[in-house]
């Protein structure tokens, strides 16, 4: 039982010669920022799974209690409610840094908030990590590219961003805090991992949070039109949920600062994507157009030759294989919320 293994695994036990090697490794005690959230709730998944002690911090702006309730009895799970612009002292291994609302919708409903979360909120992690000698993981974001010259994105390219448009609490913040992990990486010793992480779909994503994968599955569940912003041209390329935390953990665990890219390549149009929402949930879902947002990229598609080297990981799950996986949740949930109205 993991549970008993001491801290310290002796080469040689007296009497029984050398340990094997299957021996356990220490457990950890790891901290996951933004781990009531969609990605984080499922990082804290594998981590409990694997035997790891976790603590998530989270303030419940976009996270929820219920992405992590099934872990409330086990005493190796932690949840503080806390709010990463104030300053925390904990003592931990390793810190996953992914607190910050990902959806557009999210980070521009307070964009001063959005960008304290990832300027103050980055610092005092990986002022934390400074102190106690943790190793920092960084969740950045494929929007560090902006709307990219460079197709497909390398980690080379240093993007195309807007620095004073509705976007920039989000993608100029996650460039700070990159910045800020290397700078405390180079200036202050932190061991600091960086993923670019690009969109990301699967369970427990939040049913009104505006990106397309959960608008077009909840409207296919609802009956509703599947809304297509613009012409439907622009590309996006969809990283299934269990990908992303393996590459998560490659990197925490491996040598290498990064930053890495990782995404699924196979890459869609808005429109694509509603035909295979539609095959997958609802063939006779229609689809109404709408205008497109302000600075939306035009294309986006990960280079992910590098953490395939030096990571030895890449996605296994296609878009139609993951689609399906979403859907069970999704209904559950619609079917609850319309209970609760009274429908
Ligand atoms: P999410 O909104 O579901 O999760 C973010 C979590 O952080 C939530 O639980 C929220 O309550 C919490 N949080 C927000 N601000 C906080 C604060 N100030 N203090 C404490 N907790 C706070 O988003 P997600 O999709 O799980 O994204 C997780 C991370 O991955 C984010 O940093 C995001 O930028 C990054 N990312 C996600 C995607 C994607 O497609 N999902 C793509 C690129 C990058
Ligand atoms: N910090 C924290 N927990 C710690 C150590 C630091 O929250 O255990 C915060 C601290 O309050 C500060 C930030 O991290 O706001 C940066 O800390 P650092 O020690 O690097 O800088 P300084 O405090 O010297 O400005
Ligand atoms: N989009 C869409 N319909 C929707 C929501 C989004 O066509 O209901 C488009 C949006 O304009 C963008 C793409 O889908 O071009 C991806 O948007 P999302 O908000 O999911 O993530 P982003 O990659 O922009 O952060």
């Given amino acids: 039982e993991r549970d008993q293994v001491s801290s310290v695994v002796p080469k040689f036990v007296h009497g029984y010669g050398r340990v094997p090697a299957s021996v356990p490794r220490r457990r950890l005690r790891i901290v996951v920022t933004g781990g009531a959230g969609f990605v984080g709730s499922h990082l804290v998944d594998k981590l409990i799974a ?6 998530v911090i989270d303030n419940f702006f976009t996270g929820r209690k219920e992405n992590v309730v099934h872990h409330f009895k086990n005493p190796r799970f932690e949840l503080i409610r806390h709010d990463v612009v104030e300053p925390i002292l904990l003592e931990v291994d390793q810190i996953y840094h992914l607190a910050c609302p990902a959806s557009p919708v999210h980070y521009k409903y307070n964009p001063i908030k959005t960008i304290k979360t990832n300027v103050m909120g980055t ?5 934390l990590a400074k102190r106690i ?4 993981l960084l969740t950045s974001t494929s929007e560090v590219y902006g709307d990219p010259l460079e ?5 080379t390219y240093w993007g195309n961003v807007n620095p004073i448009g509705v976007r920039s609490c989000y993608d100029e913040g996650k460039r700070t805090a990159e910045t800020l992990a290397m ?3 180079r200036g202050a010793g932190v061991e600091v991992r ?14 009104d949070d505006g990106r397309v994968v959960s608008n077009f599955v909840a409207q296919a569940i609802r009956k509703q039109p599947l809304t297509v912003y613009g012409d439907g041209k622009q590309t996006r390329s969809f990283q299934y949920v269990s990908d992303l935390v393996d590459g998560l953990m490659a990197l925490m665990e491996g040598e290498h600062v990064g930053p890495f890219n990782l995404g699924n390549p196979g890459e869609f149009t808005m429109l694509e994507l509603a035909e295979v929402v539609k095959e997958t949930i609802d063939p006779s879902a229609t689809i109404e157009f709408k205008p497109n947002t302000a ?9 992910i030759s590098r953490a ?14 993951g689609l399906p996986r979403m859907v069970s949740d999704f209904r559950n949930r619609i079917l609850n919320e319309d209970e609760a109205k009274g429908f």
Wanted: charged share 35%; proline share 8%.
């Fill in 50 to 55: 694997r035997g790891d002690d976790v603590i």
């Fill in 123 to 127: 610092l005092n992690m990986l002022g």
């Fill in 133 to 136: 000698g943790a190793r920092f």
């Fill in 151 to 155: 197709h497909p994105q390398k980690e």
């Fill in 183 to 185: 700078d405390y990486h």
């Fill in 194 to 207: 960086i993923a670019r992480i690009f969109n990301t779909y699967g369970p427990r994503m939040c049913l």
């Fill in 295 to 303: 600075d939306d990229p035009h294309k986006r598609k990960p280079d």
């Fill in 308 to 321: 395939k080297e030096l990571l030895n990981w890449e996605p296994k799950i296609s878009l139609r294989d």
